[in-house]
């Protein structure tokens, strides 16, 4: 804990200077304690409260983190440092159009101090161990009991691949024997959700976030939206559920093989499904819509007619 508040301190020094984001009487502390900073992983952060206020300082780990926040007091300031280890882009944002009116991101990289316009910025050419520094305060006129704020800093995440594998067990219509002719996945109430993120110079990336749409309005259910998180190794898997559909249209029927042939009659919907990579924000949506992959939603399946094999 001492270790990072001095290296801390040294860096707000440094603000002072170059940024005037601090001033030295600030460092005048009555108080120390854990920071509460909910993230999806951290390294330490030293919390400290002052006569004018709650100053907090966070080291985070080599991630991309989610930090949800609310300030102790309308002159609180937080501060946030991420250090580019690889020399990866580095990815810095905030929600949305109420939280820009409530509070101020400023940003330093080398001897560079500006703020935060718009939604999101993205740091490239940092160098190995390159560093991001953040301060976030609210706003003068803000609200005097401050707003929960939501940043995102850490490694840009880069989706490399998604798939959901369909329902294990389900005898699949095959190709050719539905309009349209192929899906992607097919299932009754169930599949399975996998994921691989990076960073920008191809490591394995914790703290991404997927978020994957399954549209069913044909089968007249509400969509599924489910939101998941990368693990240290940069993936995802998890099960996605939905609800079982009635009535359907009917396939074409098919013969499978197993100590005989067996005729199958099935009945579906169609729906659709996309993966967006959710902390860039709409534009990942966008994306992700471009690549809406179809999905069979079997509603049942009929055996008409069976022949034995010999044996």
Known sequence: ???????????????????????????????????????????????????DGELVFTDLSDQVHVLQQIPKS???????????????MVLLAHSGDGQRAAFKVEYLTGDKCEELVGDSKVFSGLGANGSVIVRLMSKMGAPRTPAAYRLIL?????????????????????????????????????ANLEAYFTDSVGAPLKGAVGR????????????????????????????ITFGRCTGGHEALDYVTYHLGTH?????????????????????????????????????????????????
């Open 212 to 239: 994957f749409t399954l549209g069913l309005s044909e089968s007249r259910l509400k969509p599924v939206v489910e939101e998941v998180v990368s693990n240290h190794q940069g993936k995802v898997k998890t099960s």
């Open 263 to 311: 005729t199958w009659r099935s009945y579906y919907y169609v729906g659709g499904y996309t993966f967006s990579n959710a902390l860039l924000g709409p534009a990942a949506d966008a994306d992700a819509a471009q690549d809406l992959r179809l999905f069979g939603h079997i509603c049942r399946q009929e055996l008409i007619k069976t022949e034995r094999g010999s044996i």
């Open 74 to 88: 309308a002159t609180a300031v937080h501060y946030y440092s991420f250090t580019a280890v690889r020399g990866q």
């Open 154 to 190: 850490g490694s840009y995440p880069v989706l490399k691949k998604y798939e959901l594998h369909g329902e294990v067990g389900v005898n699949r219509i095959p190709t050719g024997h539905t309009q349209p002719s192929w899906f992607w996945t097919q299932g009754y109430t169930q």
């Open 1 to 51: 804990m001492k270790l990072v508040k001095k290296s801390m301190v040294v860096v707000l020094l440094l603000l002072s200077s170059q940024c005037q984001l601090l001033h030295a009487a600030d460092f005048k502390a009555q108080s120390e304690a854990q920071s509460n900073v909910y993230s999806y992983g951290l390294e330490q952060s030293v919390s400290e409260t002052h006569m």
